[in-house]
């Protein structure tokens, strides 16, 4: 039996292979944002809830309860002070999570903000056979429109990754933009296998993301290491950063983890810096990308 070759073995082609399936292509810097805003705001929020717990088959009540937290204060929080700063956002729903709380949803989108697809069970998308992953995306489009209303046009991958099928689905469902891959700060088109998909990547990153500074786990070593404050600085500095080049800063948030009283304040600061810099447009993640495609 022969052994598989080590990837410092792999000839030129496969590793090619490897980086070009999936790849960045054209950028989609729009040349203005609307009403002569400098920079564009996407704040992003992902209703987790239980999911994380369940995804994991883990049935513990503690963690569920901390998931239904996002629900029960996390999400009202977090709509409050959108709704007192009248700011659009975007909300990335695990199926699992709109089912469970459908007035949650009916919320949300009444309140005039984008309710997006996040997976079924939040569960790991990339790991999945493909026809698998795409019945579930199908069926998530399926339960957020109806909770929510409308048809999602967007999706933001449960594992923040893709599969090697993950991008012909959501071509294939028709989806307007992706919200998971990192290979810019600006909106891009996906290409496959070299080729133009017409899905828009509308980039995030992990230090954009609450998770990264706030997550615990009491049966292992992980535990929150970065104070509130330094959290917002480091969001501020990416806010400044991106009014400076004029382009886009876009924010991912949990409402079972920034939700709380101690860290809720980072939100409603960010809006307010964000509106004291001078022009800035607050809009959900498809309008972002509306613009962008329309005005590269």
């Given at each position: 039996?022969?052994?598989?070759?080590?990837?410092?073995?792999?000839?030129?082609?496969?590793?090619?292979?490897?980086?070009?399936h999936?790849?960045?292509?054209?950028?989609?810097?729009?040349?203005?944002?609307?009403?002569?805003?400098r920079?564009?705001?996407?704040?992003?929020?992902?209703?987790?809830?239980?999911?994380n717990?369940?995804?994991?088959g883990?049935?513990?009540?503690?963690?569920?309860?901390?998931?239904q937290?996002?629900?029960r204060?996390?999400?009202?929080?977090?709509?409050?002070?959108l709704?007192?700063?009248?700011?659009?956002?975007?909300?990335?729903?695990?199926?699992?999570?709109?089912l469970?709380?459908?007035?949650?949803?009916?919320?949300?989108?009444?309140?005039g903000?984008?309710?997006?697809l996040?997976?079924?069970?939040?569960?790991?998308?990339?790991?999945?056979?493909?026809?698998?992953?795409?019945?579930?995306?199908?069926?998530?489009?399926?339960?957020?429109e109806?909770?929510?209303?409308?048809?999602?046009?967007?999706?933001?991958?449960?594992?923040?990754?893709?599969?090697?099928?993950?991008?012909?689905?959501?071509?294939?469902?028709?989806?307007?933009y992706?919200?998971?891959?990192?290979?810019?700060?600006d909106?891009?088109?996906?290409?496959?296998e070299g080729?133009?998909?017409?899905?828009?990547?509308?980039?995030?990153?992990?230090?954009?993301?609450?998770?990264?500074?706030?997550?615990?786990?009491?049966f292992?070593?992980?535990?929150?290491?970065?104070?509130?404050?330094?959290?917002?600085?480091?969001?501020?500095?990416?806010?400044?950063?991106?009014f400076a080049?004029?382009?886009?800063?876009?924010?991912?948030?949990?409402?079972?983890?920034?939700?709380?009283?101690?860290?809720?304040?980072?939100?409603?600061?960010?809006?307010?810096?964000?509106?004291?810099l001078?022009?800035?447009?607050f809009?959900?993640?498809?309008?972002?990308?509306?613009?962008?495609?329309?005005?590269?």
């Open positions: 039996m022969t052994e598989p070759l080590q990837p410092w073995q792999w000839p030129e082609a496969h590793w090619r292979g490897i980086v070009d999936v790849r960045a292509g054209r950028a989609l810097r729009p040349a203005r944002w609307p009403g002569g805003a920079c564009a705001v996407a704040l992003s929020f992902d209703s987790d809830h239980e999911t717990e369940l995804r994991e883990g049935e513990s009540i503690g963690k569920l309860s901390q998931g937290y996002g629900n204060q996390g999400v009202p929080r977090i709509l409050d002070i709704h007192r700063h009248d700011v659009r956002a975007s909300f990335f729903v695990p199926a699992v999570t709109a469970l709380y459908p007035d949650e949803q009916r919320r949300i989108a009444a309140e903000h984008e309710v997006a996040h997976g079924w069970i939040h569960e790991r998308n990339s790991v999945l056979p493909e026809a698998a992953e795409r019945d579930l995306m199908r069926r998530s489009a399926d339960a957020l109806r909770t929510s209303g409308s048809r999602p046009v967007g999706i933001r991958t449960p594992s923040w990754d893709f599969s090697p099928a993950t991008l012909a689905i959501a071509r294939d469902m028709g989806l307007m992706d919200s998971s891959l990192m290979a810019d700060v909106c891009y088109e996906l290409l496959l080729e133009p998909t017409g899905v828009v990547e509308l980039p995030v990153e992990w230090i954009r993301d609450d998770a990264v500074y706030f997550n615990m786990n009491r292992a070593g992980l535990r929150p290491y970065t104070p509130p404050a330094d959290v917002f600085d480091i969001f501020r500095r990416e806010l400044e950063a991106a080049e004029g382009g886009i800063f876009q924010l991912t948030m949990h409402p079972h983890i920034s939700g709380y009283r101690s860290r809720i304040w980072i939100l409603e600061e960010l809006i307010r810096h964000a509106k004291s001078g022009p800035v447009w809009a959900t993640h498809a309008d972002v990308v509306r613009h962008a495609k329309a005005n590269p």
